[in-house]
């Protein structure tokens, strides 16, 4: 699914290196309006939402770059408070994903907030989602928070555990 929405924060920007020029020569212009970044080469946190027409209006969207499917089955999407003062087990609250969740080749991956049970506090988008829960709330926290995409289910101890895909922090 692909979420289209303006009013969330994304990752994945192209960031070219600074380069020194030290000769008196001009540098020659690009030949190609091609970006000479490097291209990324797994599953990333493309979009995310931490509130909208209600504070549970939020989603995680995910983008796979590559030119093959990802089965995504065995994988998580983790979260940890911005006041957290750790990273740890006790800190983290996790979604696995479903047997059945595959991110097709250059396609979006919606994670989309189930809504309550009175039907008022939830995902609101057109967009529907691959994949819904009621496991985290992104909005929880105005001290932000960090997201994590994780290749395998067990909770992170660290932020830089090796098993870490893709990282937000906002």
Avoid at 66 to 78: E, F, P, R, Y
Avoid at 110 to 117: D, E, F, G, P, V
Avoid at 119 to 139: E, F, I, K, V
Wanted: hydrophobic residues 30%; proline residues 4%.
């Amino acid at each position: 699914g692909s979420s289209g929405n303006s009013g969330g924060y994304t990752t994945g920007s192209n960031v070219l290196p600074a380069t020194q020029n030290n000769t008196e020569t001009p540098p020659i212009p690009p030949t190609s309006t091609t970006s000479t970044a490097s291209a990324v080469n797994h599953i990333v946190i493309s979009e995310i939402q931490v509130s909208g027409a209600d504070v549970g209006d939020e989603f995680i969207e995910l983008y796979n770059p590559t030119v093959n499917a990802v089965d995504m089955s065995g994988w998580s999407i983790q979260y940890v408070s911005g006041t957290a003062t750790e990273i740890s087990s006790s800190t983290v609250s996790k979604k696995n994903f479903l047997a059945t969740s595959t991110i097709s080749a250059k396609s979006f991956f919606l994670i989309a907030r189930n809504k309550n049970a009175s039907g008022t506090d939830g995902y609101t988008g057109t967009a529907p989602a691959d994949m819904s829960h009621r496991t985290l709330s992104l909005s929880g926290n105005s001290s932000g928070a960090k997201i994590f995409l994780v290749s395998n289910q067990d909770e992170i101890d660290s932020g830089s555990d090796l098993d870490i895909v893709d990282m937000l922090d906002y």
